[in-house]
């Protein structure tokens, strides 16, 4: 298969070029249609990581001194870049990833989105908040926003463009630098990214990029980190936040999911079922919000699933570098393998399968077709574990209090979805549900989408969160700077602490009754 006009071999050297590596190792970088190599992508050995962070910090006490509006005017010219260049990240993502061209595309949008939406919102969130201090009059605090220093940045293969520039955003508005991790097999298009903030103006080293399996340089990230921002799987955000708690640094987890679809009584199935095949099926099924349950009432079970599985077989799903595909491959063949043996399992303990279950090698290695599952039991693997793949499963329920259990019935508590023509009834089983996100008549976008609002998992879903304001205020120290215009705080030895005592608890019932501390 040719590769895209776009990824040229200049190109390619171009962006292996930045990675931060003596090692003399190398991985295998391939493309996932053809599993044919493309590269030799080089390796971070630790000091490498070390010198990554010694270059990152010399950026960063530049960044740090230039004015909030010369760091926004950067991401301005980035802002600008990124939409001159999205198709040719969109060429990259589709050649590491696989993933079909209209999900690479909309991933780019990810990073523009929060782009803007920090441009705007950094003044407000990262402005100084001046306080009256402790004794009216003559004292005064602020609470003066800093930067943490150097991020540690760890970012999964899935959506890997938005999980590295999305979340190095309100890192480097606030001031910091990073150190970016991104996964081997995804590594060219952040790459490319990052080339874009350079180009826009953001001073040499202050955002590097290290490569290397997680067991190899991932405690060297941790360890030398200011703040550690990672995305991925439960087991590894365990591993990492052990030892960010060790360092008694923070950190942030975004971790897995095994996300429910309510589809209550009144619910518009002509809404319903578009939007549970996006929610089911973006992405090939490797999105951490995607849905692996779909819980339908048992009267309306046979009409839903009638026309979900009628739809799920219209998902066009093909090896292509244009927009024609509903869906493109699995990201390589271990993960087409984990769907596989996730499937077989259920299988042999009794799924029926009402669709799918079957790799498509006549695509390309690592394609899977779009599977829907019924007669699940919690024996199986996939009761419980996430798949990450195109594989969803339609349970019923009898009550509404019965889907919400059965919703909560999991570990996980990333994101939820509820369908209901009645918005109130809908949005009230919502937030009965165990989870950061909750989406009502739709499957995980509007909620995503909404980088205003702050969101992050429930459970092991993850600790910490990003969007909003808290998705910056995380990346800074808070310093209280407190300023006396007369020391009145000393008591002089010959305090007559009768007296002093009266006082003082006449002061604080004053102060108190007229609302002034
Ligand atoms: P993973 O945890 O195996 O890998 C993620 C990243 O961590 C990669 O860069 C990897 O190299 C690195 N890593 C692995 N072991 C490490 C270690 N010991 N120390 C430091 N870094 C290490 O996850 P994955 O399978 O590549 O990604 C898929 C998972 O990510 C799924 O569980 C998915 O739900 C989750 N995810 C969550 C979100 C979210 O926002 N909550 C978003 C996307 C993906």
Redesign the pocket.
Known sequence: MTLPASVTPELLAKLTGMVVSTSGRSYPLTEVYTGEKVLDLPQSSPEDVETAYAGARKAQAVWASWPLKQRIDVMKRFHELLLRDGLIIADLMQVETGKARRMAFEETCDVLMVTSHYIKAAPRILKEKKHGGVVPLVSTSTEVRVPKGVIGL??????PFA?SLSDAMPALIAGNGVVL?????STLNVAYGVGLLYEAGMPQGLVQIVC????D???T??ENADFVM????????R??GA?AGQNLIGCTL????KNPLIVLDDANLDEVIPGTIMAAFLNTG????HIERIYVSEQRKDEFTQRFVEAAQAIGVDAKYDFSPDMGSLVSVP?RERIESHVDDAVAKGATVLTGGKARPDLGPAFYEPTVLTDITPDMILAKT?T?GPVTSIYTYKTVDEAVALANDTDYG?NASVWGKDLKAAEAVGRRIEAGNININDGLAASYASKKSTS??FKT??VGS?HGDAGMLKYTDVQNVAVLKKQVLSNPPDTDWTKQVDQTVKGLRFMRKFGIR
Do not use: H, Y
Not at 212 to 215: C, K, L, M
Not at 254 to 257: A, R, V, Y
């Open positions: 760890i970012s999964p293969w899935n959506f999980t991790k991104p996964d081997n097999k290397g399996e997680g067991p340089i991932g405690s990230i941790v990672f995305t991925g799987s439960t087991a590894t955000g591993v990492i030892q975004e971790l897995g999911g490797q999105a951490c919000m993960q996430e990450f990333l992050g998992g879903s993850g990003r």
